[in-house]
């Protein structure tokens, strides 16, 4: 009799708690594993303050009690961070590593007898939009495929779904950990609930999961993950891919070159989207030239952000132009040299991470050759104070120089969507290294 009453005592105190926190305040859920969840004593659990995952070591032999996952009741967190009304699909790094693919690898560098479209220069892989680093996309009727492009683990993010018909989205999938340069695919059929959680709302909507399909239908990701929040601030459409003209300037890209790429595009068209770049022009006590014409500055944004295609490659060195940092074409392509650009032991050259002083607002080179190459894809001049900047009371001036300085006042206050030098873009075989 005493072990029926005791055994009820631990299942109403479960079933009453609400969120990660017990009622019995001497112990918590552990909400670390998929299969099942242990209540553990608080006093067992050790928080690195140093750590930025808040990992915690918890001590196995004060686990009171393992309750099995399919025990558990609605208003019980669970692991997917949400309520017990996690969707069937359930992605993490295991998943990833085990049926997803790697991208942006030593494979995809270029080798004798490749073709110029395959490796990194084959665009069915590796193209995307300025507003999608980061993004899910159908494969099929019944499939999705998502992709990362940037050198940053993204946590906590559902899979949203909303079709013609439905007054609100549901979350057919949750992303646990979406690893760097990574995609996955995976197919809507795994679907058998038909109750689903509105995130936004955080209530349950009923629909058939056989009627979850391409057909009229809009996908998208939804999360707190502080890079996706940023990137979903750019508002702008280009198409990026990488890019190899078969001509005497030109080299191939590194695996190295383009995985920073990704990163250094993510920020420049963050602040080419940003509120602050637009009003610090209209603040700008000068004007804008161009072979002699006064250029609105916001015109010049809009131009830069309606170029519908770009490709991005590397620039051989030249003994005959030693300092050339970059070279564009109007056919929608621009290529930089590695060494000037982002990798160099020469802080002063790495300008898309390295804070400069508001009292020393030289060019940094990087944004310059940005600004520079980009003006001349949309028909500006060097004639003029768009493309090179111009110096005016001992001061330069110009349309790049208010991109610096917008960019640099983001990059202290840490608010652009990489404000350090990715690291993880000097890991070619990501899953090997972990």
Not at 219 to 244: P, W
Not at 276 to 297: A, M, Q
Not at 359 to 381: K, S
Not at 387 to 406: C, H, N, P, R
């Amino acid at each position: 009799m005493k072990r029926i009453i005791l055994l009820v005592v631990i299942v109403c105190t479960v079933v009453c708690c609400t969120d990660d926190v017990m009622q019995d305040n001497n112990y918590l859920l552990d909400l670390r594993k998929r299969d099942s969840i242990a209540l553990i004593k608080k006093d067992s659990i050790h928080i690195k303050k140093d750590s930025t995952q808040n990992d915690a070591h918890i001590d196995s032999t004060k686990i009171k009690k393992s309750i099995p996952w399919t025990d558990l009741t609605p208003g019980i967190a669970t692991p997917c961070g949400a309520h017990l009304d996690c969707p069937d699909i359930i992605i993490d790094r295991d998943k990833i590593i085990s049926h997803g693919h790697e991208m942006l690898t030593q494979d995809d560098e270029w080798k004798e007898g490749m073709s110029f479209t395959s490796g990194f220069y084959d665009r069915t892989k590796y193209s995307f939009a300025a507003h999608k680093f980061f993004f899910v996309e159908w494969v099929d009727n019944t499939s999705l495929r998502i992709k990362n492009f940037l050198p940053h683990t993204f946590t906590d993010i559902s899979i949203m779904y909303q079709k013609e018909g439905m007054s609100e989205a549901i979350e057919i999938a949750y992303i646990k950990e979406f690893l760097p340069y990574s995609e996955y695919t995976f197919s809507l059929r795994d679907l058998t609930k038909n109750t689903f959680r509105n995130r936004r709302r955080d209530k349950l909507i009923t629909v058939e999961p056989e009627t979850i399909t391409e057909t009229e239908a809009n996908v998208y990701l939804f999360g707190n993950d502080d890079v996706l929040q940023r990137l979903q601030k750019i508002t702008v459409h280009t198409e990026l891919f990488f890019s190899y003209l078969n001509r005497g300037a030109h080299e191939h890209l590194d695996v190295e070159f383009a995985r920073i790429y990704t990163p250094a595009l993510a920020n420049i068209y963050y602040v080419l989207s940003s509120s602050e770049l637009h009003r610090e022009i209209k603040n700008t006590p000068y004007d804008f030239i161009d072979e002699g014409k006064v250029i609105d500055g916001d015109e010049i944004v809009d131009k830069l952000c309606s170029i519908k295609k770009l490709g991005w490659g590397a620039l051989a060195y030249s003994e005959e132009k030693p300092n050339r940092g970059g070279i564009s074409y109007r056919s929608g392509h621009i290529a930089f040299r590695k060494y000037w650009l982002f990798i160099n032991d020469d802080v002063k050259h790495n300008a898309l991470w390295q804070t400069v002083r508001d009292t020393d607002m030289y060019c940094p080179f990087a944004i310059q050759m940005f600004t520079h190459e980009m003006a001349h894809i949309v028909q500006y001049h060097h004639d003029g104070n768009i493309l090179y900047s111009q110096v005016k009371d001992g001061k330069e001036i110009g349309f790049a120089q208010v991109v610096i300085k917008v960019y640099q006042t983001m990059l202290r206050n840490k608010e652009l969507p990489f404000n350090e030098l990715p690291t993880l873009t000097r890991w070619y075989n990501l899953y090997i290294d972990w």
